[in-house]
C-alpha cells in the first residue's frame, strides 16, 4: 500500500474509535433513539448532491434490508448500551465481535464455514468477553455489555446482507442506506423517550452536542465510509481489514485520556483476549499482495 493510504486506513481508525467518546458525549444531551434518528437523518443528506432520480446502487431490498439492521437494531442497541452504563472505550472493543457472528451467520445462511483459525479466535475472544462480564458491576452495566454485544449480532446480520448486495460503491450505499432509519426511529423515540423528552433535549441542547451529532454522521458515517469504501476498491480486503483493529485501540485510548475510563486487570485481560482473538481472525501471513488498479 501507499504510505498516504497506509496514513488515510489509519485516520479511518482513528476516526471510528474516537467515534465512542462522541457518542458518550452526545447522549449527554440527546436520549439514545432521538440520537440515532438524527444521526442517520444528517447522514442521508448527501442524497440532495447525489440526486433522487439515480437510484441506490442495489436493489432497495437490500437499502432497506441494511438500514433496518443498521440503523433501525444496531445503532439503537450500542447507543441504549453506552446509556446505560457501557464504558466507551469497552463498547469500541466488544463491538468488534461482529467479526464473529458475521462468521457465524455465514456459516447459518450462506454454508461459508469457518476455518480452524476463525474458530480458534472466536473461543478466544469469547473467553475475553466472559471475562470482562465477569468484572462488571450487576445492572446497568451489565445490562449495556448485553445490548453492545446484540449490537455486534445485528451487525453480523447486515453484513451478511451487504455481501450478498455486492455494492460498487460503499458511500453511495450508506447515503441511501441512512434514508431507511430516521423515521422509524422517530416513531420509536416518540414512542419510548417521549415528546417531552425530546423537547427538553432540544431546548438545552449545547455546542458539544451538536458537534457529537456532526462528528459521528459527517466524520465517522460520511468520511469513514467515502474512505474505506476508496481503500477497498484499490486494495484487497486481506491488507485493508487488519487496520479495523486499530479502532478498539483508538476507542480505548481516547476514552481513558478524554472521559478518565479506567479499566481493571481483569477487564485489560479480557480486552487482550477479545483483541488476540480479533487478530487471529483478520490477520493473514505476510504476502505479495499487490493493489489493485
Not at 462522541?22 to 442524497?47: E, H, M, Q, W
Not at 415528546?195 to 458539544?208: E, G, K, M, N, Q
Not at 476498491?233 to 481513558?256: D, E, K, N, T
Amino acid at each position: 500500500m501507499r504510505v498516504t493510504h497506509i496514513l488515510l486506513a489509519v485516520a479511518v481508525a482513528a476516526v471510528w474509535g474516537f467515534n465512542f467518546v462522541a457518542i458518550k458525549v452526545g447522549l449527554r444531551d440527546f436520549p439514545p433513539l432521538l440520537f440515532s434518528c438524527l444521526r442517520f437523518a444528517l447522514a442521508a443528506l448527501p442524497i440532495l448532491v447525489l440526486g433522487w432520480a439515480k437510484g441506490p446502487p442495489v436493489p432497495w431490498r437490500f437499502v432497506i434490508g441494511i438500514g433496518v439492521m443498521l440503523g433501525v437494531v444496531k445503532f439503537p442497541l450500542l447507543f441504549l448500551g453506552i446509556d446505560v452504563g457501557m464504558p466507551a472505550g469497552l463498547a469500541s472493543l466488544v463491538l468488534q465481535a461482529q467479526a464473529f457472528f458475521t462468521a457465524i451467520f455465514a456459516a447459518l445462511m450462506l454454508g461459508d464455514r469457518p476455518g480452524p483459525r476463525q474458530i480458534a479466535g472466536m473461543v478466544v475472544a469469547f473467553a475475553g468477553v466472559g471475562l470482562i462480564a465477569l468484572e462488571m458491576p450487576a445492572g446497568d452495566s451489565l445490562l449495556g455489555l448485553a445490548l453492545t454485544l446484540a449490537a455486534a449480532a445485528a451487525w453480523g446480520v447486515s453484513n451478511i446482507v451487504m455481501k450478498q448486495a455486492r455494492a460498487p460503491d460503499l458511500f453511495s450505499l450508506m447515503v441511501w442506506v441512512s434514508l431507511i432509519p430516521p423515521l422509524p426511529l422517530l416513531a420509536m423515540s416518540l414512542a419510548l423517550e417521549g415528546p417531552d423528552r425530546i423537547v427538553h433535549a432540544f431546548a438545552t441542547l449545547t455546542v458539544v452536542g451538536v458537534g457529537s451529532l456532526v462528528y459521528i454522521a459527517v466524520g465517522a458515517t460520511l468520511f469513514g465510509f467515502a474512505a474505506w469504501g476508496f481503500l477497498m476498491r484499490h486494495y484487497p480486503a486481506s491488507l485493508v481489514a487488519p487496520f479495523s483493529l486499530l479502532v478498539p485501540i483508538f476507542g480505548m485510548s481516547s476514552s481513558a485520556l478524554l472521559l478518565g475510563e479506567t479499566f481493571t486487570a481483569a477487564k485489560m485481560a479480557g480486552g487482550l483476549l477479545v483483541f488476540a482473538g480479533l487478530a487471529l481472525s483478520v490477520l493473514k501471513l505476510p504476502g505479495a499482495v499487490r493493489a489493485r488498479a
